[in-house]
């Protein structure tokens, strides 16, 4: 924890030129270490001219970074007892929203495994995932879970479809309204 609030600038210094707090798998400290010349995607910000720029992002990493928060991320407190076995516990459970157990056809499968498959799903869509998964194995679908997955894919383009339409948004709009207004009485 202590290495993690002592190079907690990193980023902000990296998008500047400076690496002194980079990880060895900086692409500039390696070009140096090869003696290459590294040139960034981006050109870097110039301290003089962009020093608000520099300011403003060191207050968002030092609010985000504070040792409290760390504490709590790390779980390194000796004052906090009672927070079971899992310390990333609200960490898991704000990622595991959006690759539930249920959803993602294994329920002995790693954490990474069911997010991995929820980003490929997202990006891909059904099929093409699973085609591209089972391409890699070298192994084929058949015709009636290609079919299953078409269909799958299909209903999810309709309800994206359906929601980005503007008079659903405002309803939606309106029934978040509602329901605060409801829960506040």
Do not use: W
């Not at 709009?173 to 605060?180: A, E, V, Y």
Request: include cysteine; glycine fraction near 4%; proline fraction near 4%.
């Amino acid at each position: 924890m202590a290495e993690v609030f002592r190079t907690r600038f990193a980023c902000v210094h990296h998008l500047f030129g400076e690496h002194d707090l980079c990880t060895p798998d900086c692409p500039a400290l390696v070009a140096a270490e090869k003696e290459d010349d590294y040139v960034p995607k981006t050109p870097y910000l110039c301290n003089k001219m962009h020093s608000d720029i520099k300011q403003d992002l060191m207050g968002v990493v030092s609010f985000y970074t504070a040792m409290e928060r760390l504490k709590e991320l790390f779980f390194d407190d000796e004052e906090i007892t009672d927070r079971g076995t899992q310390p990333n516990e609200a960490i898991n459970n704000a990622s595991i929203t959006m690759a539930p157990k249920a959803i993602c056809y294994s329920t002995s499968s790693s954490f990474s495994d069911r997010v991995y498959h929820m980003i490929g799903v997202h990006n891909f869509g059904h099929l093409n995932f699973f085609e591209a998964v089972f391409g890699k194995m070298e192994c084929s679908l058949d015709r009636r879970m290609k079919e299953y997955l078409a269909m799958k894919s299909r209903r999810k383009q309709m309800i994206r479809e359906y929601n980005v339409q503007p008079e659903r948004k405002k309803k939606r709009k309106l029934d978040m309204h509602t329901n605060t207004l409801n829960l506040a009485r």
